[in-house]
């Protein structure tokens, strides 16, 4: 059976980390996953991708690392992310992995001119009949927390929810890659 990858692109604070573990962990928690193995691939440490053939769908966390930034370890992914897209992978994207998706697309990723958003915040969801945002309520309340956004989305996203200081707070490219801005991986501890 094909695992489930966790491409990790940083790491949580090194308290919250020791109380909780990280976000790999909580995304395996989240996921609640039973029978379908999951592996975590630590790109920003330079561990080394695999075939996208070898895993039956991807999860790409967050980071304190700023996509603008365009670290080597960070511009390989969104080469390896587009490639996975144009495969048809299963594919979400969590905010650096939301932004990585666009950027890898062609899309803008940079500060917010509106400034830092974080804490709980309202997304206003366009996604009505969408496969995976499809049953989240029209105004979802969310976890955020990011200094960077997607400014444009890439040619061929279909946008799919946005909040009062981000426009582009989730995004479909095809019908199977998904990017959003917030942390659904988040509980009320984290």
Not at 57 to 75: L, N, Q
Not at 155 to 162: H, K, Q, S, Y
Request: glycine share 10%.
């Amino acid at each position: 059976m094909r695992p489930l990858l966790i491409v990790k692109t940083g790491d949580t604070l090194p308290e919250v980390a020791a109380r909780r573990g990280d976000f790999d962990r909580w995304i395996r928690q989240g996921l609640a996953l039973s029978r379908l193995p999951v592996e975590t691939v630590e790109v920003h440490r330079e561990q080394e991708l695999p075939p996208v053939e070898s895993v039956a769908g991807v999860v790409v966390t967050g980071s304190a690392a700023m996509v603008s930034e365009r670290e080597a370890w960070s511009e390989r992914t969104a080469r390896w992310l587009k490639g996975a897209v144009e495969a048809r992978a299963w594919i979400l994207g969590i905010c650096y992995g939301h932004q990585l998706l666009a950027h890898g697309f062609g899309g803008r990723v940079g500060p917010n001119p509106r400034g830092r958003q974080i804490g709980t915040v309202e997304v206003d969801l366009e996604a009505e009949h969408d496969l995976l945002l499809g049953r989240l309520p029209a105004r979802a309340r969310v976890q955020a927390t990011h200094v960077e956004v997607v400014l444009a989305y890439p040619d061929g996203a279909v946008p799919l929810g946005r909040s009062a200081l981000d426009p582009h707070h989730a995004f479909r490219l095809g019908d199977r890659a998904w990017g959003v801005q917030f942390h659904p991986e988040f509980d009320a501890d984290i």
